[in-house]
């Protein structure tokens, strides 16, 4: 099966920008005559198999290495770099131009930023005396589709930056890669904002509206009727939470990269000793988009199901005569086979962790520090791990959740749990530490905590979630009910005003706008909060919804869920600085001194 995902069945035309992009690379390739040899920075590499297949590529003539240190062997004259704009990698094409030059290969070299270049990066190459030896360039890929209503902008370090390191490059790229979208979808009217960052890219946004106008009179109505964008640090609690939906027990357990897991043949029930293969996983597979969004407890009765009636068609086939239809019939299902071995060994491996007491223990746990009832016995749980040395990544990520529903730990057991996690994990990690403080993430109590207001407002917690037949999206964590996802369903539904009091307790300002024209026969203040479930021609309006930080599987399966439901008459488009769960998310606050 391909890794690229079909996009026939988006709400809006996300192959047309697929397309765009392949266009866009390959003229920049066309335009380099004769052969070449393209070197990708591993991590782009992983994002352009979802854009472009490598077979494309070598048509056009070219030879495909991945950058690393170690020079590139080829025997083209003309080497494209094609790279993010960062200064380790800059250091590391210098090194490779010097080492040609020592051996007195004649080449020409090109480097092609993504999305944009950046003054730093060639200062670099300024100062190793190689700028001058380089044509440089820019390929501009700011939006990578993942899947029908899954665009990914591809920033992993989006959130630390913002929050640490005071870095907000990143929302820049943002607003840009949504002015690109409106270039070819019309402008958004109704924007909604919840979030420092969220605001900030709203206000980039109208910037760049205002210098470089996207034509409103080409459309007569945007595609998009409502952007809600949202940061990450308004709810740090649902991605630190186990997903208990089956993508999203795949990716904390074998962590989904690119749109596909990779794992040893065994698991697949390939015997090849040692060997790993990729399975793609998006809504190409048509049992995937089946029941990827389903609580995991559901996936394993569906799957037993599904086998149960293949094999009771069977046995039908082979004991009564069937007629030509019937057959027919047996062997359309028969095509499904492959999809149902595939789900049915991941399924399977996936029971290996979820039935692992240590896993149950975790999760009561989070369920525990969610409900934030028994402070002590979630003090003593998070004391317990640090003393048996649990990988560091387990504990803050169980830290950071204790921390945020308690608005902080009180100064003594602050000092305590730092001192404890110094001496387990060594000084080093200080640096860890200090970043985790400086997000808000792992702090000193400085007021009462309000998450159980909240918590209470918003109906978080939802007692004897039905997750076979859900009401709630409560059903993607068995009984917690995603803070982000309540607030968008809110902020669709009504704007702001309506809770405001609510919000206000929550990190960040909140704003909404109204954009393009407005019909004269509608104030401005009419149209805040106004409910924009329908769209003049009666087509389901649809919502563009951007996470700023992150995304969890869950998150998306809830979103999805609210989508279906009778009564919400909008469509949903997902768009994300990076697909996270609670383990990727932390580990980009890791650091050490030294």
């Known amino acids: 099966m391909a890794q690229i995902p079909n996009l026939d069945n988006s709400p809006i035309n996300i192959k047309s920008m697929r397309e765009q992009s392949q266009r866009d690379l390959l003229k920049i390739l066309k335009d380099i005559r004769g052969k070449k040899c393209l070197v990708i920075e591993p991590k782009l590499g992983g994002s352009l198999s979802l854009i472009i297949q490598t077979s494309i590529l070598k048509e056009h003539g070219v030879e495909l290495r991945h950058l690393s240190a170690e020079s590139v062997q080829t025997e083209c004259t003309k080497v494209v770099y094609l790279v993010r704009p960062q200064c380790d990698l800059m250091k590391i094409i210098s090194s490779h131009v010097h080492n040609d030059i020592s051996k007195g290969l004649q080449r020409e070299y090109y480097i092609y930023f993504v999305p944009r270049r950046q003054v730093q990066c060639e200062k670099i190459l300024e100062d190793e005396k190689v700028h001058n030896l380089m044509t440089i360039g820019e390929y501009a890929l700011y939006v990578i589709p993942f899947d029908e209503d899954i665009l990914s902008f591809e920033l992993d370090l989006a959130y630390k930056e913002c929050q640490v390191d005071g870095d907000t490059d990143s929302l820049w790229h943002i607003a840009k890669a949504i002015h690109k979208l409106e270039s070819s979808f019309g402008i958004i009217p109704n924007v909604r904002a919840k979030g420092k960052a969220s605001v900030l890219v709203a206000d980039i946004l109208n910037r760049m509206q205002t210098e470089e106008p996207v034509n409103s009179l080409d459309m007569t109505v945007p595609e998009v009727n409502t952007l809600i964008l949202i940061d990450r640090e308004v709810d740090m609690v649902t991605p630190m939470c186990s997903q208990l939906t089956y993508e999203g027990l795949l990716d904390e357990f074998l962590h989904i990269n690119n749109g596909a897991v990779e794992l040893d043949t065994s698991v697949m029930g390939v015997q090849q000793e040692g060997k790993k293969m990729k399975v793609p996983l998006n809504s190409s597979d048509k049992l995937f988009k089946e029941i990827r969004d389903?609580?995991?407890?559901?996936?394993?009765?569906?799957?037993?199901?599904?086998?149960?009636?293949?094999?009771?068609?069977?046995?039908?086939?082979?004991?009564?005569?069937?007629?030509?239809?019937?057959?027919?019939?047996?062997?359309?299902?028969?095509?499904?086979?492959?999809?149902m071995t595939r789900h049915i060994n991941l399924a399977q491996h996936l029971s290996t962790f979820t039935s692992k007491p240590s896993f149950l223990a975790k999760l009561d746990m989070e369920h525990t520090m969610v409900e934030a009832q028994s402070y002590d016995i979630?003090?003593?749980?998070?004391?317990?791990m640090i003393h048996k040395q649990e990988p560091l990544v387990n504990v803050l990520r169980l830290l950071i959740l204790f921390s945020v529903t308690?608005?902080?730990?009180?100064?003594?057991?602050f000092d305590y749990l730092r001192r404890e996690l110094l001496h387990s994990y060594g000084f080093e990690h200080m640096a860890t530490l200090n970043n985790l403080e400086k997000a808000g993430l792992f702090k000193k109590q400085e007021a009462k905590s309000n998450w159980q207001m909240i918590k209470n407002t918003l109906q978080l917690v939802v007692e004897d979630t039905n997750t076979a037949n859900p009401n709630d999206i409560a059903y993607v964590f068995s009984g917690y009910a995603p803070l982000s996802v309540r607030i968008i369903h809110h902020a669709v539904r009504s704007g702001w005003r309506p809770m405001e009091a609510v919000w206000k307790l929550l990190p960040g300002p909140q704003m909404e706008t109204k954009r393009g024209s407005v019909p004269s026969n509608q104030s401005f203040e009419s149209l805040q909060g106004a409910t924009i479930d329908k769209i003049a021609d009666g087509r389901r309006s649809l919502v563009l919804v951007v996470f700023i930080g992150g995304v969890t599987?869950?998150?998306?399966?809830?979103?999805?869920?609210?989508?279906?439901?009778?009564?919400?008459?909008?469509?949903?488009?997902?768009?994300?600085?990076?697909?996270v769960n609670g383990h990727t998310l932390a580990e980009t606050f890791l650091d050490t001194f030294g």
């Open 294 to 339: 389903l609580n995991f407890e559901v996936v394993v009765q569906v799957l037993r199901q599904k086998a149960t009636s293949m094999k009771q068609d069977y046995t039908e086939m082979t004991t009564t005569n069937q007629t030509v239809s019937e057959l027919k019939d047996f062997v359309k299902k028969l095509n499904s086979l492959p999809e």
């Open 378 to 384: 979630c003090f003593e749980y998070i004391e317990e």
């Open 406 to 413: 308690n608005s902080g730990l009180p100064k003594k057991h």
């Open 553 to 579: 599987f869950a998150e998306i399966s809830a979103l999805r869920f609210l989508s279906a439901q009778e009564g919400m008459a909008y469509d949903v488009i997902i768009a994300t600085t990076k697909i």
